[in-house]
């Protein structure tokens, strides 16, 4: 271990003020001596390592815990907790964020069978989460400990290899994000150009007094709502995939279908586009067999593009993975943030809902889980705080279902509405389809 306070990388700062729920229940939990069992391993495994450490109340440093204070860190970041009820995972989670110490940037959750993190967005994402979730599940630290995290020198032989293939579109890209720094004019209404690649700080709310409180992380009036689809559930938006948007990638064809679900239901939403999440270990290179790097490998970026066709929806998606602009647009924005400190949007303009949409086909960890009787329970993810008029979706399909959770920002949709319709949204295809409409 050491003593001496770390910077946080700029890959990672530019994260700050977010924060990451997640939940995994009716599993068999581990006692809190072996999950903190597991953190130990973690930190005395991997000196310097972030889940050693603080936060600085500055947001730019890792703030290490002397060794003889390691246990006292220990009964802080694994605490122990009563299981959810079955059908009160939201406000289990809500009251989760609550209870969150602002200076630690993870707690582990520990129930009879449950296991849930909270965390700063600094730490990691999602997948980076889920691999520290699952290994407390498991009583075994390996996984984290061989869990490489990411650096400038990984960033940047990505970059290289990247730059061969798309250098003159990357020139104009960098040209575009240096030109305007010299007085740095507010956020646009107009939505960015087609397939635009945004800074992380660009389309997401700003930190305030609000969603980082001196008691603990209140989400800013963030409200979290979550649904469970069922395989004969996913079979029916299957059949409508086929019959409209044959070979579009599940993501594009949830995405369509909510945001069409909305529309019915009276909501204006803004369908020129849509933002999501472009995993960037897709790029990097020389990694060892089997190695699965952490931190934040995940770019925000803006696809504008017909929300409501699919098959719109999916060439975007295609094209933007295959330009390789995420990574580019990540190696950028660590370097400028050293001059220009992230800075979140305008405060909500009351137009129509901006939709953040992310499909993840499997996290980390999350097969083959210990459910309680061989039943399987809930995996359930979220991001606050929501800002602006956004509504953020987080799709994880599981084998044994599909887990579908929604962050809405204040004064925008009525929570209840949300639930129902991503609950119904397997009957809005069916129907669809009934009706012959396209």
């Given at each position: 271990?050491?003593?001496?306070?770390?910077?946080?990388?700029?890959?990672?700062?530019?994260?700050?003020?977010?924060?990451?729920?997640?939940?995994?229940?009716?599993?068999?939990?581990?006692?809190?001596?072996?999950?903190?069992?597991?953190?130990?391993?973690?930190?005395?495994?991997?000196?310097?390592?972030?889940?050693?450490?603080?936060?600085?109340?500055?947001?730019?440093?890792?703030?290490?815990?002397?060794?003889?204070?390691?246990?006292?860190?220990?009964?802080?970041?694994?605490?122990?907790?009563?299981?959810?009820?079955?059908?009160?995972?939201?406000?289990?989670?809500?009251?989760?964020?609550?209870?969150?110490?602002?200076?630690?940037?993870?707690?582990?959750?520990?129930?009879?069978?449950?296991?849930?993190?909270?965390?700063?967005?600094?730490?990691?994402?999602?997948?980076?989460?889920?691999?520290?979730?699952?290994?407390?599940?498991?009583?075994?630290?390996?996984?984290?400990?061989?869990?490489?995290?990411?650096?400038?020198?990984?960033?940047r032989r990505a970059a290289t290899a990247q730059t061969?293939?798309?250098?003159?579109?990357?020139?104009?890209?960098?040209?575009?994000?240096?030109?305007?720094?010299?007085?740095?004019?507010?956020?646009?209404?107009?939505?960015?150009?087609?397939?635009?690649?945004?800074?992380?700080?660009?389309?997401?709310?700003?930190?305030?007094?609000?969603?980082?409180?001196?008691?603990?992380?209140?989400?800013?009036?963030?409200?979290?709502?979550?649904?469970?689809?069922?395989?004969?559930?996913?079979?029916?938006?299957?059949?409508?995939?086929?019959?409209?948007?044959?070979?579009?990638?599940?993501?594009?064809?949830?995405?369509?279908?909510?945001?069409?679900?909305?529309?019915?239901?009276?909501?204006?939403?803004?369908?020129?586009?849509?933002?999501?999440?472009?995993?960037?270990?897709?790029?990097?290179?020389?990694?060892?067999?089997?190695?699965?790097?952490?931190?934040?490998?995940?770019?925000?970026?803006?696809?504008?593009?017909?929300?409501?066709?699919?098959?719109?929806?999916?060439?975007?998606?295609?094209?933007?993975?295959?330009?390789?602009?995420?990574?580019?647009?990540?190696?950028?924005?660590?370097?400028?943030?050293?001059?220009?400190?992230?800075?979140?949007?305008?405060?909500?303009?009351?137009?129509?809902?901006?939709?953040?949409?992310?499909?993840?086909?499997?996290?980390?960890?999350?097969?083959?889980?210990?459910?309680?009787?061989?039943?399987?329970?809930?995996y359930v993810g979220a991001g606050f705080p929501v800002?602006?008029?956004?509504?953020?979706?987080?799709?994880?399909?599981?084998?044994?279902?599909?887990?579908?959770?929604?962050?809405?920002?204040?004064?925008?949709?009525?929570?209840?509405?949300?639930?129902?319709?991503?609950?119904?949204?397997?009957?809005?295809?069916?129907?669809?389809?009934?009706?012959?409409?396209?």
């Amino acid at each position: 271990m050491t003593d001496r306070p770390a910077p946080i990388a700029l890959v990672d700062r530019a994260w700050a003020g977010l924060w990451t729920a997640m939940m995994v229940s009716h599993v068999e939990a581990p006692s809190l001596d072996v999950a903190r069992d597991v953190v130990r391993a973690v930190v005395l495994g991997s000196p310097g390592t972030p889940y050693g450490a603080t936060l600085h109340p500055r947001g730019s440093r890792w703030v290490p815990v002397a060794a003889d204070a390691l246990e006292a860190h220990l009964e802080r970041v694994v605490v122990a907790v009563e299981d959810p009820d079955a059908d009160d995972a939201d406000r289990f989670i809500g009251e989760l964020t609550r209870r969150h110490p602002v200076d630690l940037p993870f707690v582990l959750w520990v129930g009879p069978h449950t296991v849930a993190y909270t965390g700063s967005h600094v730490l990691g994402d999602a997948a980076t989460d889920a691999v520290l979730l699952r290994a407390v599940i498991d009583g075994d630290a390996d996984a984290v400990l061989r869990m490489p995290r990411v650096d400038a020198a990984m960033l940047r032989r990505a970059a290289t290899a990247q730059t061969r293939l798309h250098h003159r579109e990357w020139a104009r890209l960098a040209v575009g994000r240096l030109a305007p720094r010299a007085g740095r004019p507010v956020p646009s209404a107009t939505p960015p150009a087609a397939g635009a690649v945004l800074s992380t700080a660009e389309g997401r709310p700003p930190r305030t007094s609000e969603s980082i409180g001196a008691a603990g992380l209140a989400p800013a009036g963030t409200a979290i709502v979550s649904v469970v689809l069922s395989n004969t559930d996913m079979r029916l938006v299957s059949q409508w995939r086929n019959a409209r948007a044959k070979g579009a990638s599940i993501t594009a064809v949830m995405a369509s279908l909510l945001v069409r679900s909305l529309d019915e239901a009276g909501v204006a939403v803004d369908t020129s586009g849509f933002f999501t999440l472009v995993d960037l270990r897709r790029y990097l290179v020389d990694q060892p067999e089997g190695s699965f790097p952490g931190g934040n490998l995940a770019k925000a970026v803006r696809l504008v593009c017909d929300l409501s066709d699919p098959v719109a929806v999916d060439a975007a998606l295609s094209e933007v993975v295959a330009s390789g602009r995420p990574l580019a647009a990540t190696v950028l924005g660590a370097g400028l943030s050293l001059v220009t400190p992230p800075a979140g949007p305008g405060p909500a303009r009351g137009g129509p809902l901006a939709l953040t949409y992310n499909s993840i086909p499997g996290l980390p960890g999350a097969s083959g889980l210990p459910w309680v009787d061989g039943v399987p329970g809930r995996y359930v993810g979220a991001g606050f705080p929501v800002g602006g008029d956004g509504l953020s979706v987080v799709a994880l399909r599981l084998r044994e279902h599909m887990e579908m959770a929604a962050s809405i920002a204040p004064g925008t949709v009525d929570p209840g509405l949300v639930r129902h319709l991503l609950t119904a949204l397997p009957a809005f295809a069916a129907g669809d389809l009934a009706r012959g409409s396209r």
